[in-house]
């Protein structure tokens, strides 16, 4: 259905090239709410549909890698509708973020900011002793906010966080992959070294307890991070929602 409707706006663009110019293969936003009203949506659907397409709500989750499975999730993605104005909330966030010890990374414009763990001496030393506050968020991650008008009610705005947390989980896969070899390792040595069914079994056991508990370590301490920035994200929008 995508690749027809796609292939319909095209040729309508080129038999009507007064409309709204748009990218080769791309369709503007009012070829999607010319489709969508054809078809019987309601153009406040519409609206709603396309704020939360700019918010970034409606963005595809990659499936589940084995290292998701195993070890936990990459990002954290945290939304919520609060009173506005935008210039207000964003001002919140950004204090908020400051607070959390980050720093400008990248400004996306109407798109949101990139944010990233500061990276001065005063804050290194703040995030590692936990100085003035507890730091929700650990290190080496990244985080994306965007703040954009709520279509259901002009007076308030839709707030989405994407938190990042690729980099704290590759360490964690390299320690389950560590223990792992060591696991490995150790019950490949053993049965080498023993030629006695007992003295083997005992050490290719001892090789893959460390195995396991390599893993599961590296699994908990991820996803205890994953939780407590998570919870860190949601009780500041639950006081932007309610306490403000």
């Known amino acids: 259905m995508q690749r ?4 319909a706006a095209e040729l309508e663009r080129r038999e009507q090239p007064s409309r709204e110019p748009a990218a080769t ?48 999730p990459a990002e954290v993605v945290c939304t919520r509708s609060v009173a506005g104005p935008i210039a207000t909330v964003e001002t919140q966030i950004q204090r908020f973020l ?17 944010w990233e763990p500061a990276a001065d001496l005063v804050s290194r030393v703040r995030r590692a002793f936990a100085i003035g506050q507890r730091v929700a968020l650990p290190r080496d991650c990244e985080l994306e906010s965007s703040v954009v008008p709520d279509p259901e009610d002009s007076s ?3 707030v989405r966080f994407a938190l990042r947390l690729g980099v704290p989980r590759q360490r964690r896969v390299m320690q389950a992959l560590g223990g792992v070899v ?18 083997d079994v005992i050490v290719a056991g001892a090789g893959s307890a460390l195995a396991a508990g ?31």
């Open 182 to 199: 060591a696991g490995l390792a150790i019950a490949a040595g053993g049965i080498a070294a023993f030629h006695s069914l007992p003295a």
């Open 25 to 72: 293969g791309q369709m503007t936003r009012a070829d999607v709410t010319q489709i969508a009203e054809e078809v019987g949506l309601a153009p406040e659907a519409i609206s709603r549909a396309l704020a939360e397409l700019d918010a970034g709500l409606l963005a595809e989750p990659p499936p589940a890698s084995l290292v998701d499975r195993v070890i936990g």
């Open 156 to 158: 308030r705005v839709l």
């Open 98 to 114: 400051a607070g959390q010890l980050m720093q400008v990374k990248r400004n996306l414009g109407e798109r949101g900011i990139v």
């Open 4 to 7: 027809v409707l796609r292939r």
């Open 214 to 244: 390599t893993v599961g370590r590296a699994r908990s301490n991820h996803r205890k991070d994953v939780e407590r920035a998570e919870n860190g994200l949601l009780r500041f929008l639950d006081a932007l929602e309610h306490e403000r």
